[in-house]
């Protein structure tokens, strides 16, 4: 280690962001290490909440040290959804008062808010919301944020920040998505 780089025992604050697949996985790809230290970690999901996928299936693996929770009442205004704005703007909101509850109870050590970002840039909760997150957590905990469109404000306020670009889609050549590596 160089001398003006030094290890500092600091909680990070994670975005991944951008129109590219893997931003979840990415989290998870972090939940799967956290494990394998015997953190206790928190996933919560926004918007997610209506669809079943592998990932709540594979986490339930992880228990007890793996914690998952869908906040969300659904993909918001796309697929399926037939449920009023407002439904999904209450789940969101009380979704961040969820989290700001896991964070500070000081149990975990990651905490994954997954698809935070959507909900911000669909307006289901405000910037004062997300930054009462970002508050709440403690100098030693981590937290990771993932979803498209990551507001300016908490792209500033992070410490890494990756964006995922999307360069070729299966879907564009008319493969829809696939068990186990898209949901």
């Known amino acids: 280690m160089t001398e003006d780089k030094k290890s500092i025992d600091k909680g990070l604050l994670v975005v991944y962001t951008g129109n590219g697949k893997g931003k979840t996985t990415a989290s998870l790809g972090m939940v799967v290490r956290a494990v394998g230290y015997n953190w206790n970690i928190s996933v919560i999901q926004f918007v997610k909440g209506s669809w079943k996928y592998g990932e709540l299936k594979g986490i339930k693996r992880l228990e007890p040290n793996v914690e998952l929770h869908l906040v969300g009442e659904g993909f918001v205004g796309i697929i399926d959804d037939k449920k009023e704005f407002s439904e999904h703007q209450k789940a969101a909101k009380e979704g961040v008062e969820f989290a700001i509850e896991k964070i500070k109870s000081q149990k975990y050590e990651l905490i994954i808010l997954d698809e935070l970002n959507i909900a911000a840039d669909l307006e289901l909760i405000s910037k004062e919301d997300v930054l009462s997150v ?41 493969i829809l998505a696939q068990k186990g590596i898209d949901w």
């Open 134 to 174: 970002l508050d709440a957590c403690s100098e030693k905990q981590h937290l990771v944020i993932t979803g498209r469109n990551a507001p300016e404000y908490l792209i500033e306020r992070a410490d890494l920040v990756t964006e995922m670009k999307e360069i070729k889609h299966p879907y564009q050549q008319g």
